[in-house]
Each structure stands twice: as C-alpha cells, then as structure tokens.
Nanobody
Framework: QVQLVESGGGLVQTGGSLRLSCAAS????????MGWYRQAPGKQRELVAH?????SRYYPDSVKGRFTIARDKDTLSLQMNSLKPEDTAVYYC???????????????????WGRGTQVTVSS
C-alpha cells in the first residue's frame, strides 16, 4: 500500500503558475508509474500527465507545453504555467505498480490515489 499526499494547490490568476507536489510513503519501491489527474465539477476526470520509472512522460494536448511532471524518488511534482480558467479542478496524484504503459485511459484503475488538492484559476 502506498499513501499519497498532495499539496500546493490554491487560487491563481489567469496566466499564473502553481507547483503541485505529491509525497509518497509506504511501499514505494514497486511503483512503476505516477501521474496527475484532475476533475472539475460536472466533468469526467482527466489524466493530465504521467511519468514512468524510465522517465518517459505523457501529456494530453490540453496541457502540453504548459505542464511539466517530474519525479524525484518519493516525491512527484507538477509545474503548471500559463494557467487558464479551464484548468480549475481538483488535482489528484496517482501511482501504479504494473508494467508501464504507453497510454492510460482516463478510466484506468490506478493502484493508489491521493485525496486531491484544489486548483482555482480566476479570469
């Protein structure tokens, strides 16, 4: 079991930046892939970035060029720049221990989830 705790959310104006962090504890060693999801009210959850143990990263078009995911041992981060009102959501940290995949559907069942941190971008 892995515990994931997010931090760094908050309120920012359009065009601003935020850096989210996720502290992982517990059985960290078997983790192969970590990522960030977001879910806005009334919308389906969306995978906004993931990184595997080999360092390969993925971003959907909606955040590509603006968001950067990084992992340093037991800490995952998400640097978010040029934020837009549509980035407003609760952001969740996720972890998986199965073999890394090139693509993860938004509905993929990750092994571990954090409780989330709210990001609000004002217009």
């Amino acid at each position: 079991q892995v515990q994931l705790v997010e931090s760094g959310g908050g309120l920012v104006q359009t065009g601003g930046s935020l850096r989210l962090s996720c502290a992982a504890s517990g059985l960290i060693f078997p983790i192969t892939t970590m990522g960030w999801y977001r879910q806005a009210p009334g919308k389906q959850r969306e995978l906004v970035a993931h990184i595997n143990s080999g360092g390969s990263r993925y971003y959907p078009d909606s955040v590509k060029g603006r968001f950067t995911i990084a992992r340093d041992k037991d800490t995952l981060s998400l640097q978010m720049n040029s934020l837009k009102p549509e980035d407003t959501a609760v952001y969740y940290c996720v972890a998986d221990r199965s073999a890394p995949k090139t693509f993860y559907a938004d509905t993929y069942r990750w092994d571990d989830w954090g409780r989330g941190t709210q990001v609000t971008v004002s217009s």
